[in-house]
């Protein structure tokens, strides 16, 4: 069926590092992606997102891009800040259980001053 | 910013007591879901809904149940909580096929 791999964490970064989570995924056909990001005591809130191959996603400095040859969404960013510290969980959607999202486990970012 | 709305934010309850978890969207969205998310940060699709009367269950087995009777409203009962059911509950809608999701801000649920 279909899944979704990202790396586990934590991750902890400095502030102004380059950021990389990486995400691939398993599915047939041609998926959308995703990454959201939780806040702690939030609900999910949508980072960016691509809806076919090559394109690429990106919001607030974070960028993703949609690569079918590896099967992969890497999510990266220049440079991190405090406020950047969150999980963020690697999605996709194409059709299964009412399109329904099919999230990695997530992977938490700290980023220390 | 996404209108979908989760009550309550959180809620202790005893062993044995019934209790519904609200969840309502403002943008008419057809489908609807609800997540667990257990505390490793890992989210379970238990519920979903490709609209009014429509209801099927996920890929976690729940011993929740759910209804849909209006577009704008998709409810989560457990009839009995126990322990085992304590976690975070996240619901969510979406618009069309392979478009993205909007999340409520969750429940956070402890059954003691």
């Known amino acids: 069926g279909d899944s979704v791999t990202q790396m586990e964490g934590p991750v902890t970064l400095s502030e102004e590092a380059f950021l990389t989570i990486n995400c691939t995924y398993t599915?047939?056909?041609?998926?959308?992606l995703f990454w959201y990001v939780q806040y702690p005591g939030e609900g999910l809130q949508l980072l960016l997102k691509?809806?076919?191959?090559?394109d690429k996603g990106s919001n607030k400095g974070f960028e993703a891009t949609y690569r079918k040859e590896t099967t992969s969404f890497h999510l990266e960013k220049g440079s991190v800040q405090v406020s950047d510290s969150a999980v963020y969980f690697c999605?996709?959607?194409?059709?299964?259980?009412?399109?329904?999202?099919?999230f990695g486990k997530g992977t938490s970012l700290l980023v220390t001053p | 910013e996404a209108d979908i709305y989760q009550t309550p934010r959180y809620l202790v309850i005893g062993t044995g007591k019934k209790i519904t978890l609200e969840c309502s969207q403002t943008?008419?969205?057809?489908?609807m879901y609800w997540y667990q998310q257990d505390p490793g940060m890992e989210l379970h699709l238990i519920h979903y809904?490709?609209?009014?009367?429509?209801?099927e269950k996920g890929d976690l087995s729940s011993e929740s149940t759910v209804s849909r009777i209006r577009t704008e409203h998709f409810p989560l009962t457990l009839e009995s909580a126990r322990p085992s059911h304590t976690s975070q509950y996240l619901c969510?809608?979406?618009?069309?096929?392979?478009?993205?999701?909007?999340f409520g801000q969750g429940t956070r649920l402890t059954v003691v």
């Open positions: 599915a047939t056909g041609y998926p959308s």
């Open positions: 999605a996709l959607s194409d059709g299964n259980s009412g399109y329904a999202l099919n």
């Open positions: 943008m008419g969205h057809d489908k």
């Open positions: 969510a809608s979406s618009a069309k096929r392979n478009t993205e999701a909007f």
């Open positions: 691509a809806t076919k191959a090559d």
């Open positions: 809904s490709y609209g009014v009367n429509s209801t």
